[in-house]
């Protein structure tokens, strides 16, 4: 978490604050600026974004507009962020419960006549218990504390109560094998679509700004303009959404993409 003060000038991005009055307005020039809380930047992050905004609005000549557009920004980024997280830690415990579910559903549904080793794979290579009896032992002791819910959530990830046991979290219900089987089969995606939609939201919002304030303007019927395109990536690039050396289109391409995909997957 990193804080700071900000001093934009509240007249000019009034419609993103519509109850904020005169009064409010006053204090805040006589206190030097508002204060900045951010709980998903350090005060590197903060600084990259802040000194690579102010070469940003020169290159595209809206220097003038650098603190409110830094205020936006900010601002808007923390409203994301929530939802930006929520979505990777959600495949994350997908992947997790997909993970155990396997290695349980193997136990499980092992023969008693047939063999069975438990294998370990460290970086330098891999270690096994052979011996049938032991393995089967071990892998007994894992079962039975995760059918006793005696595991770590914070380790094994929220979802994984559900994913193997449904709605009976209070009860003592071993898992069922049908549940099991549907865990092992999950199929996790990953959040790019949506996480690229947060990241077009943020552009959007930043945009009207642009639109109703600076230089960087378009007509009703164009969606994006190329100097806006430009700016929006090296704002992306600036939080850590984007990385240049990883796309493969020119910058504005790739946000005019962003957009149009964005635009065909609104809800």
Same mark, same amino acid.
């Given at each position: 978490?990193?804080?700071?003060?900000?001093?934009?000038?509240?007249?000019?991005?009034?419609?993103?604050?519509?109850?904020?009055?005169?009064?409010?307005?006053?204090?805040?020039?006589?206190?030097?600026?508002?204060?900045?809380?951010?709980?998903?930047?350090? @005060?590197? !992050?903060?600084?990259?974004?802040? =000194?690579? $905004? %102010?070469?940003?609005? *020169?290159?595209?000549?809206?220097?003038?507009?650098?603190?409110?557009?830094?205020?936006?920004?900010?601002?808007?980024?923390?409203?994301?962020?929530?939802?930006?997280?929520?979505?990777?830690?959600?495949?994350?415990?997908?992947?997790?419960?997909?993970?155990?579910?396997?290695?349980?559903?193997?136990?499980?549904?092992?023969?008693?006549?047939?063999?069975?080793?438990?294998?370990?794979?460290?970086?330098?290579?891999?270690?096994?218990?052979?011996?049938?009896?032991?393995?089967?032992?071990?892998?007994?002791?894992?079962?039975?504390?995760?059918?006793?819910?005696?595991?770590?959530?914070?380790?094994?990830?929220?979802?994984?109560?559900?994913?193997?046991?449904?709605?009976?979290? @209070?009860? !003592?219900?071993?898992?069922?094998? =049908?549940? $099991? %089987?549907?865990?092992? *089969?999950?199929?996790?995606?990953?959040?790019?679509?949506?996480?690229?939609?947060?990241?077009?939201?943020?552009?959007?919002?930043?945009?009207?700004?642009?639109?109703?304030?600076?230089?960087?303007?378009?007509?009703?019927?164009?969606?994006?303009?190329?100097?806006?395109?430009?700016?929006?990536?090296?704002?992306?690039?600036?939080?850590?959404?984007?990385?240049?050396?990883?796309?493969?289109?020119?910058?504005?391409?790739?946000?005019?993409?962003?957009?149009?995909?964005?635009?065909?997957?609104?809800?």
């Amino acid at each position: 978490m990193y804080q700071t003060t900000l001093n934009p000038d509240f007249n000019k991005i009034k419609e993103y604050i519509p109850n904020i009055t005169d009064a409010d307005l006053t204090l805040i020039q006589q206190a030097g600026g508002v204060p900045v809380y951010l709980d998903y930047m350090k @005060e590197a !992050d903060y600084l990259r974004v802040a =000194e690579g $905004l %102010k070469q940003a609005v *020169n290159t595209y000549g809206v220097a003038d507009h650098y603190e409110e557009l830094l205020y936006l920004i900010l601002q808007k980024n923390e409203q994301i962020r929530v939802r930006y997280d929520a979505y990777w830690q959600n495949y994350e415990d997908d992947n997790t419960s997909k993970e155990v579910a396997k290695f349980l559903l193997a136990y499980k549904e092992s023969k008693p006549n047939q063999h069975f080793h438990l294998v370990a794979k460290p970086v330098t290579g891999s270690v096994a218990v052979k011996d049938t009896v032991i393995a089967k032992w071990m892998c007994e002791q894992i079962y039975k504390a995760m059918e006793a819910r005696d595991f770590p959530l914070g380790t094994f990830g929220d979802k994984i109560l559900f994913d193997l046991f449904g709605e009976d979290l @209070e009860n !003592d219900s071993p898992i069922a094998i =049908e549940r $099991l %089987k549907a865990t092992a *089969n999950l199929s996790p995606r990953k959040p790019t679509v949506r996480l690229k939609k947060l990241q077009v939201e943020l552009c959007s919002y930043i945009q009207v700004y642009l639109i109703n304030q600076t230089s960087l303007t378009a007509t009703p019927d164009v969606l994006l303009t190329d100097a806006q395109a430009n700016l929006f990536f090296d704002i992306l690039e600036l939080i850590g959404y984007v990385n240049r050396d990883k796309v493969e289109s020119e910058p504005k391409d790739y946000m005019h993409a962003m957009f149009r995909n964005h635009i065909k997957i609104k809800h």
